[in-house]
């Protein structure tokens, strides 16, 4: 397998972090379209319906849609059922203020890198020094196996 | 960012606890949005209920958190005039929605307690058609994602595209940070839409949005049509837009103040990319959200909330008619709106067929969790799309086939 890869991004809110992630090339509300009670996305057919967004790192397009998202993601960190880390290629301002007020990393990735992650890879953000460390690669893994 | 001594000093906490908290994630957010300064606001439209639906089942601490944070707002007080959008409490129907008594006693609290305050809870997602009305250039900071490409694209004001916490930070300062679509350059057209369909309704223009905003984005659209929308044709599409993409600006050539040509819209440069909405775009965007006419159980008018004239034109439609026995037709209005539809003798009309009207706020958010597994008609994509995530079938179509659909045979 091969070592620990580089991704270079963007500090946009926030530095350090560490965790699984969860990647689409997809937007998504975090308002209306993800439960702050549970963490959970609740939109049909959306890539990651069902899916716990808990202590993960979401890795996809950005946030779209209603202008809620700053408060369900505030309450979703109060309740501990924020994401750890999110990583977008296009920024929104209400994303931006949403990771602010929800004290959650924001890092901006350009489009072409976004290939460079997959669902269930192990990641470690160090915003400060500019870049997004794959440490396990779950792709690599999965051929393996 | 470079601040004013006033400035410092409530970053210090010279000016209470609240205004630095405020302070705090203007400053953080601007500087990430690359702000260089905070400018004055004149106009605020906030986010002002707790959070709500999404905190239905939540524990009394944390209905309590917000609550409190919201007493704290009205008494620190706004320094511009300011309005409310909607609820996600609905005082005439929270017993039938089953909405949480605490949280409706605390809307009732927060309405006693802003008075005075500068807060004008007005509870609706259209302040635009009740009175708020900023000019063109007027600096703004309004939450409600389909009120923010309405303030720009509309009516030539300024706004980026806000939530709580900086609407909330907007109203009790009288600032914002300076970045986005405060600003010229970033006011002009991006991507060259096409649509050489005719758009016959205000839900045709509401399709064009669902359809163009997951193209688009974050970037700013601009439309070429030979259809003429009127106002509310306007709000759909701003409305849509906002919901698949997030766009908080548009130009519609000819009919915007800030697109009269496609060279002033595209500010002479070329669009990064063109798109063609045709009748095949147009078909395919019903046709995704779409129900056998027979399931239907509810009909929900009102996304964004309807205005005067709406009203009007669906007593019309109504006048004479019933509900279907097992059916339900919701009507979201403005209170302000409500009133005078009475007066005027509209609300009798509507009522009298069964159907509700309901003030303060709307379905997406005082309904949340109710309505699970049911089929529902709606005129708005906006309103459809949110639907559609809280387990309903969903179909969307123009007031007057959402009307028919769960109206009794006509009568007169």
Same mark, same amino acid.
């Given at each position: 397998m091969?070592?620990?890869?580089?991704?270079?991004?963007?500090?946009?809110?926030?530095?350090? /972090?560490?965790?699984?992630?969860?990647?689409?090339?997809?937007?998504?509300?975090?308002?209306?379209?993800? $439960?702050?009670?549970?963490?959970?996305?609740?939109?049909?057919?959306?890539?990651?319906?069902?899916?716990?967004?808990?202590?993960k790192i979401i890795v996809m397009r950005g946030i779209k849609g209603s202008s809620g998202v700053e408060?369900?993601?505030?309450?979703?960190?109060?309740?501990?059922?924020?994401?750890?880390?999110?990583?977008?290629? $296009?920024?929104? /301002?209400? /994303?931006?203020?949403?990771?602010?007020?929800?004290?959650?990393?924001?890092?901006?990735?350009?489009?072409?890198?976004?290939?460079s992650f997959s669902t269930g890879d192990i990641l470690k953000i160090h915003g400060d020094k500019g870049y997004i460390e794959i440490v396990h690669n779950n792709k690599l893994v999965l051929c393996m196996t | 960012m470079d601040l004013t001594s006033e400035e410092r000093e409530i970053l210090e906490g010279k000016h209470g606890a609240f205004r630095q908290m405020c302070m705090n994630w203007i400053i953080e957010w601007g500087t990430a949005m690359n702000a260089k300064r905070l400018v004055p606001v004149s106009n605020v439209h906030v986010l002002f209920s707790d959070q709500g639906n999404c905190i239905k089942g939540a524990g009394s601490e944390t209905?309590?958190?917000?609550?409190?944070? +919201?007493?704290?707002?009205?008494?620190?007080?706004? @320094?511009?005039?300011?309005?409310?959008?909607?609820?996600?409490?609905?005082?005439?129907?929270?017993?039938?929605?089953?909405?949480?008594?605490?949280?409706?006693?605390?809307?009732?609290?927060?309405?006693?307690?802003?008075?005075?305050?500068?807060?004008?809870?007005?509870?609706?997602?259209i302040p635009y058609f009740i009175g708020s009305f900023p000019l063109k250039g007027e600096i703004c900071a309004w939450a409600e994602s389909s009120c923010i490409p309405f303030c720009n694209s509309v009516l030539?004001?300024?706004?980026? @595209?806000?939530?709580?916490?900086?609407?909330?930070?907007?109203?009790? +300062? !009288? &600032?914002?940070?300076?970045?986005?679509? &405060? +600003?010229?350059?970033? @006011?002009?057209?991006?991507?060259?839409?096409?649509?050489?369909?005719?758009? *016959?309704?205000?839900?045709?223009?509401?399709?064009?949005?669902?359809?163009?905003?997951?193209?688009? !984005?974050? *970037?700013?659209? =601009?439309?070429k049509t030979r259809s003429r929308p009127i106002v509310e044709s306007l709000s759909q599409l701003g409305a849509s837009l906002a919901t698949t993409g997030?766009?908080?600006?548009?130009?519609?050539?000819?009919?915007?103040?800030?697109?009269?040509?496609?060279? #002033?819209?595209?500010?002479?440069?070329?669009?990064?990319? =063109? =798109?063609?909405?045709? *009748? #095949?775009?147009?078909?395919?965007?019903?046709?995704?959200?779409? =129900?056998?006419?027979?399931?239907?159980?509810?009909?929900?008018? !009102?996304?964004?909330?309807?205005?005067?004239?709406?009203?009007?034109?669906?007593?019309?439609?109504?006048?004479? @008619?019933?509900?279907?026995?097992?059916?339900q037709l919701w009507i979201c209005t403005a209170y302000q709106i409500a009133c005078q539809a009475e007066k005027l003798g509209y609300r009798r009309l509507i009522e009298a067929t069964g159907a509700k009207i309901m003030v303060d706020s709307c379905p997406a958010v005082a309904c949340w969790g109710e309505w699970r597994g049911k089929t529902i008609i709606t005129d708005s994509f906006k309103q459809g799309r949110y639907l559609l995530a809280q387990g309903n079938e969903v179909a969307v179509r123009d007031v007057k086939t959402c009307i028919d659909c769960v109206m009794e045979v006509y009568k007169k």
């Open positions: 091969n070592g620990p890869r580089i991704v270079k991004a963007e500090r946009i809110v926030g530095a350090e /972090a560490g965790g699984v992630a969860l990647v689409a090339d997809e937007t998504l509300s975090f308002w209306g379209e993800f $439960d702050p009670l549970t963490g959970k996305v609740i939109l049909p057919g959306h890539p990651f319906y069902d899916q716990n967004l808990r202590s408060a369900s993601l505030r309450l979703a960190a109060m309740l501990k059922n924020a994401p750890a880390a999110m990583i977008n290629i $296009d920024i929104d /301002a209400l /994303a931006v203020l949403a990771c602010v007020v929800s004290r959650i990393p924001l890092l901006k990735i350009r489009e072409e890198d976004l290939k | 209905i309590g958190f917000f609550y409190n944070e +919201l007493m704290t707002a009205l008494k620190a007080g706004a @320094r511009c005039f300011t309005t409310t959008d909607v609820s996600y409490i609905s005082d005439d129907f929270w017993e039938e929605l089953h909405t949480d008594r605490t949280q409706v006693e605390n809307n009732r609290n927060l309405l006693k307690a802003a008075l005075g305050t500068g807060f004008n809870m007005v509870w609706t997602c030539g004001a300024r706004t980026t @595209r806000h939530s709580q916490a900086s609407s909330m930070a907007a109203a009790v +300062l !009288g &600032l914002t940070p300076e970045f986005g679509e &405060l +600003l010229d350059e970033n @006011r002009i057209g991006e991507i060259m839409i096409e649509v050489d369909v005719e758009l *016959k309704t205000n839900t045709d223009w509401g399709a064009l949005g669902d359809y163009i905003g997951m193209l688009t !984005g974050l *970037k700013r659209p =601009v439309f997030g766009t908080a600006m548009y130009h519609v050539i000819g009919i915007t103040p800030e697109a009269p040509t496609e060279d #002033k819209a595209f500010d002479g440069k070329q669009p990064q990319g =063109v =798109v063609k909405f045709s *009748k #095949k775009e147009l078909e395919s965007t019903y046709q995704r959200l779409s =129900v056998k006419k027979n399931e239907i159980e509810i009909c929900v008018l !009102g996304c964004p909330h309807l205005n005067l004239k709406e009203l009007e034109w669906i007593s019309n439609l109504a006048d004479g @008619r019933k509900v279907a026995v097992g059916k």
